[in-house]
């Protein structure tokens, strides 16, 4: 089953629209890259040269002849696994500016740090991301009817907490339990943990491990890289440099703290989450039903900061995103800002419990739980009209 993903339309409006510039689409390993170039590749007959081969990487070193009879052959060039290749900014650099194909690449965002000539593409690129599965994009699928949809979307939360959301473990619905756990433990050991170690070069696997359990057994609290860095018996730098290498490559979400008063507001701490809840819970070996789970609270917090992370991304909004805590322990679990500076927040529960927003500057407040999740998503960081209070 192929799904429509949600950058599909974004991917349609480059391909129609004038030429002279890249379109990268980034995203973490497994989450549908290389399936959408497939989808291209049969509907403009376009070949894709995949950077995991040396013979498709030699056809892209910077030779203007060479170039020039690629982009007289394919009008698209779509390209996969871009970052296994950085000399290719050069070449693509010349495609751009001399011969003006279009061309599609996908592969991590690292790209920009492997490449020494990355920076010479200003101005020639835009970019998207593929990330895991989200609910906008599993119910935009799912031929629902309207009555059947409350209880179609509480399974699917319920599901997604547990499996999480990427394409080869939500989509093979006949798959037991047993091999779904399966593939996540591989996803984390061939992708999350052994191409992080290999394409960074770092020196300890197993610590880049334990710094993930460490952030996955305490979901909605504030990480502390001394604290963990001491219960690992770590150098701080070095818990923190993997934390940054997990956010890069879209393993981890980070949340900064909002700072209106300094007087009031106390943390200097960040808030980490998982990309994918699947991978959160294979890390922890727990997959108990959520009603069965002294930390479902946690889990829900995660899976709708997720969500909410996925929503920007796949609309390309200008949002940043914070939460907010006070001495006296008042607290909002997410605040949206946009460049005009609105804001929406959010207070998560897991369960129905009536709260009140605690925000200092005016904003959109939401109790955000099961009931009215959807909606939630389908509305974060939309409006530019002044927040009502």
């Known amino acids: 089953m192929l799904l429509k993903r949600a950058i599909e339309p974004q ?23 290389t399936t ?15 950077f995991n081969t040396i013979t498709d990487q030699e056809v892209f070193v910077p030779k203007r002849d ?32 001399e011969f003006r194909p279009k061309i599609i690449a996908t592969g991590s965002s690292e790209l920009r740090q492997k490449s020494n000539d990355f920076d010479s593409l200003a101005g020639r690129y835009t970019e998207l991301y593929c990330l895991p599965l989200s609910i906008e994009e599993i119910r935009q699928n799912s031929p629902v009817k309207s009555y059947r949809e409350s209880n179609f979307l509480v399974n699917l939360y319920e599901e997604l907490q547990i499996f999480g959301c990427y394409p080869e473990i939500y989509l093979h619905k006949n798959m037991s339990e047993k ?17 992080i170690v290999n394409i960074y070069e770092l020196k300890n696997a197993k610590l880049a491990r334990d710094i993930l359990i460490k952030i996955a057994l305490q979901l909605g609290s504030e990480a502390s890289l001394r604290e963990i860095a001491n219960s690992l018996q770590a150098n701080v730098g070095t818990v923190g440099n993997y934390i940054e290498i997990f956010i890069k490559n879209h393993i ?33 070996k727990d997959f ?24 920007i991304k796949n609309r390309q909004l200008k949002i940043n995103k ?14 949206l800002e946009d460049y005009y500076k609105n804001y929406w927040t959010y207070e998560i529960k897991s369960g129905i419990k009536s709260t009140k927003n605690v925000f200092p500057l005016t904003s959109r407040f939401s109790v955000v739980t099961t009931e009215n999740l959807y909606q939630v998503i389908r509305g974060a960081g939309e409006s530019r009209l002044s927040p009502s209070g």
């Open 66 to 97: 060479q170039l020039q009879k690629i982009a007289a052959e394919n009008k698209v060039i779509l390209i996969d696994e871009v970052q296994n290749f950085p000399e290719s900014t050069v070449g693509m650099k010349i495609l751009i500016d």
């Open 11 to 33: 991917i349609q409006k480059y391909l129609t629209g004038s030429r002279g510039k890249i379109l990268f689409i980034w995203g973490p390993r497994r989450s549908g890259k």
């Open 179 to 195: 091999s779904r756990i399966d593939r996540l433990e591989k996803i984390i050991e061939a992708y999350v943990l052994k191409d």
């Open 288 to 311: 108990r039903p959520t009603a069965m789970r002294q930390d479902r609270g946690g889990v829900f917090e995660n899976f709708v900061i997720s969500e909410i992370e996925k929503a």
């Open 252 to 284: 981890l979400i980070p949340l900064r703290s909002f700072k209106v008063n300094t007087r009031r507001a106390v943390s200097e701490n960040r808030k980490l989450y998982f990309a994918d809840l699947g991978i959160r819970n294979a890390l922890i």
């Open 36 to 50: 959408l170039l497939l989808k291209l590749k049969k509907k403009l007959r376009a070949p894709i040269f995949n």
């Open 322 to 335: 914070y939460f907010y805590r006070e001495y006296g322990g008042r607290e909002v679990d997410v605040i």
